[in-house]
């Protein structure tokens, strides 16, 4: 596997991201039984939120809503970015989201430079050979990066979708569901890297996790299911 | 970005991925060597000649079922595999529906221009027009794959895909067969080029007015079956 290395915006824009996000009474059914309590939070510039709970709290289910894959049963959701108007609709949010998580896989029959530019392409931003090589670097793929997925590890895969989440780096929000998995200890170190990294541009960052590693990484927690 | 090169890109990323792995490419072929097999072992064993209406049942029964086979995957295998959540956060549903038609119809196209001929042969049918046979192949074929693509999508978060598939895009697809039937049987049937034209304008006229319908329905529905958020 290649060097890692440090991982910076690739873009002019990931300079600065103050955001902020505000979630009122979220809660999520499925036919009669209730995975999402009222979830009621607000998180702003560059704060780290840390979403813990046992397994079947609604952590992953909580973190696609905001996400805007997911739509809550009742409830509201609003990201601020800055020069736009309160974004409210899951479309809007969909947008503007990193997201990586368990159940996001990417397409193994194309290498990892292949996908990041095949989603970078339809996401209307395109990348050219060198940003690829750039962004696969940045999760320590460099060597790797034209090798389909199918022959990656469960650690490497992991890593090309943390580098699906960061794209150009300047994501207002940030949604990592359980980031360290299957991740060795450097793999641990970029997840820190990449959450300090959107601390300092002012963007936010919401960990669903129960690994004490990234729940120390948080400003603060909200706890699911206590 | 345009709406045309987000499609663009996943029509690419389609043929690419179909190319390296021939999920859909293998069942198609499979199915459409194997019928024509076995109508040509029938023939064979029966010593029988058949007419221009069998010719054109059978014609569509193949790129009906050939379809079913293929291109059901289209959506399917998006979310088995779970890529589904990365093209949600990245691409507009109707430029992911796009592609994905544009793949599937060329793939159907493709196939029905090389399943025809053998077919035909087979059977010992000649063409009377062929620019009507050809009308009549594309535009049918567009309807089934327009038809097949969105029903993918639709049964895609099922439990019971495979069934389901079939079981929804037929009855839809009935106007589209019995035009393309029809109209197939008039371009092989009636004796000189005009008189197989004017019998089968009417089937042409049906068929694009049905593709027409299919291609717009589906880019102002797929939003609703694609995310939920």
Redesign the interface.
Same mark, same amino acid.
């Given at each position: 596997m290649g060097e890692m290395q440090p991982v910076s915006s690739d873009t002019a824009a990931g300079a600065e991201t103050r955001a902020s996000l505000r979630l009122e009474g979220v809660r999520r059914s499925f036919g009669a039984r209730r995975v999402l309590p009222g979830i009621t939070l607000e998180a702003s510039g560059g704060e780290v939120v840390a979403v813990v709970g046992p397994n079947g709290s609604g952590k992953s289910t909580l973190l696609k809503?905001v !996400? #805007? /894959?997911? *739509?809550p049963t009742r409830g509201k959701i609003v990201l601020t970015v800055p020069g736009a108007p309160p974004i409210e609709d899951? !479309?809007g @949010? *969909?947008a503007r =989201?990193g %997201?990586a #998580?368990p159940? /996001?896989? /990417? %397409? $193994? &029959? /194309?290498t990892g430079r &292949?996908n990041l530019e095949?989603? !970078?392409? =339809? !996401? #209307? @931003? $395109?990348l050219s050979k060198q940003e690829s090589s750039k962004r696969l670097a940045a999760v320590g793929l460099g060597g790797r990066g034209d090798d $389909?997925v199918s022959v990656y590890s469960s650690g490497m895969r992991q890593r090309l979708r943390l580098a699906?989440a960061r794209g150009g780096g300047d994501a207002p929000l940030l949604l990592l569901d359980e980031p360290s998995l299957a991740l060795d200890e450097r793999g641990v170190a970029l997840v820190a890297q990449m959450v300090a990294e959107q601390r300092e541009r002012g963007g936010l960052t919401l960990l669903a996790t129960n690994d004490p590693r990234e729940v120390a990484l948080g400003d603060r927690s909200v706890v699911l299911g206590a | 970005m345009s709406w045309a090169r987000e499609a663009g890109a996943v029509f690419a990323k389609e043929v690419r991925s179909e190319w390296r792995t021939r999920v859909a490419l293998s069942s198609v072929a499979l199915f459409a060597v194997g019928a024509l097999t076995l109508i040509g072992l029938s023939l064979y064993v029966g010593q029988g000649q058949t007419g221009p209406q069998t010719a054109a049942a059978l014609l569509w029964v193949l790129v009906f079922f050939t379809a079913a086979t293929g291109l059901g995957r289209a959506y399917v295998l998006e979310e088995e595999r779970g890529t589904a959540l990365a093209l949600r956060l990245t691409a507009r549903a109707t430029a992911v529906w796009a592609g994905k038609f544009a793949a599937n119809g060329l793939l159907l196209l493709a196939l029905a221009a090389l399943s025809a001929p053998v077919l035909l042969s087979l059977l010992k049918v000649n063409a009377a027009n062929l620019v009507l046979l050809a009308c009549v192949l594309t535009l049918g074929c567009v309807g089934i794959a327009a038809v097949f693509t969105m029903t993918s999508a639709l049964v895609a978060q099922s439990s019971a895909k495979g069934g389901l598939l079939a079981a929804l895009s037929f009855p839809v697809l009935v106007p589209l067969l019995v035009a393309a039937v029809h109209g197939t049987n008039a371009a092989l049937g009636v004796g000189n080029e005009s008189g197989a034209f004017a019998a089968g304008a009417g089937d042409v006229q049906l068929l694009g007015s049905y593709a027409v319908v299919a291609v717009t329905a589906s880019l102002m529905l797929i939003d609703f079956v694609w995310n939920e958020g």
């Open positions: 809503i !996400a #805007g /894959l997911m *739509r899951a !479309a @949010r *969909r =989201v %997201y #998580g159940d /996001l896989a /990417l %397409y $193994p &029959e /194309l &292949e095949f989603f !970078a392409t =339809v !996401a #209307g @931003r $395109p $389909p699906f | -």
